[in-house]
């Protein structure tokens, strides 16, 4: 069990790390978008020919198109994450369900052996008093 736990973690953290990724790309793209964007408000400023126009105009749709699609790697990663968080729960908890099994056998058998205990020094205890009593 310890070891599924582990492995449980260890799947959670990569798919962590991977939404990360996928979110610092698309925060990375926005502030790409949003800088080519101001260009193309300052160049629209100063004056700009059709064909340029055009090329702000096309590269900023594609921007658009790659933002929209690394919106939906964010999306489908979250998920991906929630379901190895889920995962990961429920191996911690039935570690724990077993870590707790584990303990009450052990308290189980600790209290087993001090019974035994018990019972042979009453028993030795006895028999030294019919020993002394002549008994």
């Not at 973690?9 to 502030?31: K, N, V």
């Not at 190895?84 to 369900?97: E, N, P």
């Not at 009450?104 to 600790?110: L, P, Q, Y």
């Amino acid at each position: 069990m310890q070891t599924r736990s582990d492995e449980a973690t260890q799947r959670l953290a990569r798919l962590i790390a991977t939404e990360r990724d996928a979110q610092s790309r698309l925060g990375m793209l926005e502030q790409y978008r949003d800088d080519y964007a101001e260009r193309f408000r300052q160049a629209a400023r100063k004056g700009l020919g059709q064909p340029e126009w055009r090329n702000y105009q096309e590269f900023l749709n594609r921007l658009d198109e790659a933002i929209t699609q690394q919106s939906q790697v964010v999306s489908l990663q979250q998920e991906h994450t929630a379901a190895g968080q889920t995962d990961w729960q429920r191996q911690r908890t039935r570690l724990q369900a077993f870590d707790a099994l584990f303990e009450r056998h052990r308290a189980s058998e600790a209290k087993l052996e001090l019974r035994l205990e018990q019972k042979a020094q009453d028993e030795f205890a006895a028999r030294r008093r019919d020993d002394e009593t002549g008994g």
